[in-house]
């Protein structure tokens, strides 16, 4: 699957408080994203990352930050959780032959928010 | 903005039966792509389809790429347990390098 892990694969955690989200890859791919998951919504873009430093936002981006120190690591942090936050969080990488683009995904984290 | 609609949305067959989703862009598509995943796991690539008019065999399933590359179909022969799971298509943005996921059709074999 790429090498991709995330940690934790499950949380629960209370309303308000900040929430940290790692993933990490060990084939130094570029391109990294982070997607939530809900029900009837399908797979929405929060952030993603085209190297070191450089990120931008998805979709659904409001309420979460990003950074990218090291090319193997994408943290996604809720800066004040909320119930609405709680959702499957899905890591993915790029892997580009010529310009198409294939997205290969980590295990998941799921997030409560109580 | 750019969609990939996919349909059905949730589709009940009896194993053994044949079973087909389909995928519908709002803007013609440079290649579309399928992904498989199994309840509580994650998503995994299955295949790409680039060429117009594209058909594609894995095993019991084809992939159908249209003549305008606006749509696409997944369909399963003689679905098997080991089928179930959720069919997402995605496409590239027309704008950017990112991907745009269908809301995908959940399937479920009734034994």
């Known amino acids: 699957d790429a090498g991709i892990t995330q940690s934790p694969r499950h949380k629960v955690t209370e309303t308000g408080t900040p929430v940290t989200l790692r993933c990490h890859q060990t084939?130094?791919?570029?391109?990294m994203y982070w997607y939530r998951q809900d029900p009837g919504h399908g797979l929405r873009l929060i952030h993603y990352?085209?190297?070191?430093?450089?990120?931008d936002k998805g979709e659904v981006s409001d309420g979460y930050s990003v950074s990218r120190s090291k090319t193997e690591d994408f943290l996604l942090t809720l800066e004040s959780a909320t119930s609405s936050q709680t959702s499957v969080y899905f890591c993915?990488?790029?892997?580009?032959?010529?310009?198409?683009?294939?997205?290969?995904f980590g295990p998941g984290t799921r997030l409560t928010v109580l | 903005g750019q969609q990939v609609m996919q349909i059905p949305q949730y589709q009940h067959v009896q194993e053994g039966e044949d079973f087909t989703t389909y995928c519908n862009s709002s803007?013609?598509?440079?290649?579309i792509q399928w992904y498989k995943q199994r309840p509580g796991g994650h998503p995994v690539f299955l295949i790409q389809?680039?060429?117009?008019?594209e058909v594609k065999k894995q095993k019991r399933l084809t992939f159908q790429f249209g003549e305008a590359k606006k749509n696409s179909s997944l369909h399963i022969t003689a679905t098997q347990t080991t089928d179930v799971g959720t069919y997402f298509c995605?496409?590239?943005?027309?704008?950017?390098?990112?991907?745009?996921f269908g809301k995908g059709t959940r399937l479920h074999i009734l034994p």
């Open positions: 993915a990488i790029s892997e580009w032959t010529g310009s198409r683009n294939t997205q290969y």
């Open positions: 084939e130094n791919h570029r391109y």
């Open positions: 990352s085209y190297g070191v430093k450089d990120t």
């Open positions: 803007t013609t598509l440079s290649n």
């Open positions: 389809l680039v060429k117009s008019g």
């Open positions: 995605a496409g590239p943005r027309n704008r950017d390098d990112k991907i745009i």
